[in-house]
Each structure stands twice: as structure tokens, then as C-alpha cells.
């Protein structure tokens, strides 16, 4: 087996600085950005005739990012980001009804904060309730599914899974919970903001709704995203923002006009679907998994901790455990973050589950092993 070589050549990451928190942000390669800021020259030399062109263009747009999920592009709509597509699939199970006082919204203990605070927003507005499943870190796909299933029934308005969550780095079997669902006519909200470029076909498991980000590991210009919406909602399905294309039949071309609005970011993705592409994506990934699973345990030994038992681990992410007593407060989180950003010169986040620390290491087609060892041989001396 060929080993594909790191390209950091094809970003413009700071080469002083250990980038392993690609999951947060992402990070642009040279390529999108160029054509980002072309775009946006184009922009700014006649804004007339740029603003007669965004239809055409986000249409071809949305053409390529719908064939690269394997999704049928006439359910696919573009939003900014992952919060805002899991909150326009809230919004439409909201206006249809679909949430009554005394219902539940079930979320599992793996959701990410902001989508928990939007499932909070839409039960506090219906009087109904958020009902938390605790899920286990090394539950496999029959025991996540399983515990689940308990709190399915017929009060329940929603399920909002993740398919891979954030805090824990975990792939969810959304194919076995959307039949849960289905088999209990409940709308199935799959939270996919980390499964582009990770799960192949991520948005073809059968949920009603699905929403994940080409800002994380595609590596498109930020706030771009997608949200794919299940036949039987799209007639009911409308954008965050009521703007000229409200009254389009179709939904996808329902979500491009979202007003004056900057539409350079969605027209220049798909040319990270072509840095992808170079990158021999799906021959790199299973190296990256190879990598990280390497970097991780290094990172571990050195702080004399150990990697998570995750079940299903997410390809390009793991979590090495810290030696902390105890989960520190936001702001002591943040000061650690900045500590170790400023003094180590390395970019990691921390995430916490079940009373357990852990810092969240990434592995994209810029990190090499050495990343890690030089972490391994520099965050002991933080601690
Ligand atoms: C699991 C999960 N859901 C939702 C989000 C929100 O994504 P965005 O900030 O693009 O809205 C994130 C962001 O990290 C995430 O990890």
C-alpha cells in the first residue's frame, strides 16, 4: 500500500503552529480560497450584474455539492451551517403541528450544546419536553439503538441524533434509527454537521431531515452547508430567512435568495470537492484513521492517560483522556485552550463526557505523525 504524503502545500496554515483541531473550524485550502477571493472581486467591480448571476451559479453549485453527498439534488437545499439546518428542520415539524404540548424531543447525551439549546427553544415554545438518552462511549450499534428505542413512542415529536457526535467523537447507526423511527412515525432529525468527507453517502439513511457541513471536513468555505429534506416535508420546508424565493415551489431553489446576503462561500465550495478529489480522498481517509489511531496513543502514553473506548470511533477523530480531577468550568477550559494555543503552539480543543476530560485530536490531509509526537512531547509540560 501506497502512503499518501501530507500536503500542507495545498493550505496556508501558519507552519509554526500544530494544527489538530481540524473538526471545529476546518480549514480552507489555497484553491477555494483564491477562487473565494476572485469571487468577490467580481463582487465588488459590478455588484449589479454579480447579484444577476448568483442564481445560475448557486444552482450549478448545489448540483456538484448534492452529487458529492449521493443525495437526490431536488431534496437539497443550501444553509449556512449545521445549527441553522437542524433549527429550519424544528421550525417545519413546528408550523406543521408536529410538536404538541405534552410531547417529547429525544436527544441523546452525545448531542452538541447549540442543537440541544434548539431543541430547548422549540419544546419550551410548545410546552412539550426534552427528554436525554444516555448513550455509553463503547456502546455498539445494538445498544445504542436499543437505549434509544426506550424513550420512542408516541409522544415522541423527534428524534435528533447525531452521526457523529462532537464531545465524543462517536459514528451513530442512523440507518437502524431511522427504521426505529419509521416503524414509530417519528420524524428523524439526523444532526450530520461532522459526516461529509467522513461517511460516504452520509445523507442517504432514511431520515426525515439531515443537515451537515462542507465547512468541516470537505474543507469548503465556511458557512457552507447542507440540508436534505426527506420527500414527504419538502413541500413544508422553508428557509430561516423569508426572502424573494419564498414562494418557489421547489425546495432547494426555496433556500438560495436568502436576502442581500454573501453567496461568494457556496459558489466556491465545490472547489474543495476538487481539492478532495486531488487528495485521493477515500485511498487517504483510511490513513488518516491509521495516523490518528497512532498519534492518539502516543499523545496518551506521554500524559500517562489513554484514548477513549469509543464503539465507533469517527475516522479522523479521537479522544485522549487528561489527567484533570474533575470537568473545569467553561472558563477554565478556554484559558487551558489559549495556553496551550500560546505556549505550546498548538491548536487542540477540549471536550467532556460522563465526568471525563479529553482533548479532541483531528487528522487532515495537512497533519503528518510528527504532528503528534511533537504534542506528545509538549503538552506534559502544561499539566
Ligand atoms: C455535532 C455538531 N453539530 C452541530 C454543529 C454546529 O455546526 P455549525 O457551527 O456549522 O452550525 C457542530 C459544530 O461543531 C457539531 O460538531
Redesign the pocket.
Known sequence: MTVLSPRPDLWTLDPGVLHLNH??YGAVPRRPQELLAELRAETEANPMRWFRSVAGRLAASRLELAAYLQTDPAGFALVP????GVTAALVTLDTAGAIPAGSRIVLTNHA?G??LYAAERFARINQAEVVIVDVPLEADDATVVAAIATAVDDRTAALIV?Q???ATAMVFPIRQLAELCGAHDVPLIV?G??APALIDAPAEDGADFWTG?F?KWPASPRAT?GLVVAEKWRTATLPLIVSWSERDERLPERFDMQGTYDYAPWIAAPESLRVLAELDWSRRRPQLSAMIDDGAKLVAKALGTGVAEVARPAATMRLVELPFDGVPSPEAGEAFKTKVSEELKAEITLTAFDSRVFVRLSAHAYNSPHDYELLAARLPTVL
Do not use: E, F, P, W
Open positions: 473538526g471545529s451551517n449545521a445549527s441553522a452538541y447549540a442543537v447525531d457523529i457526535s462532537s444532526d454537521a461532522h457541513n465547512h452547508a
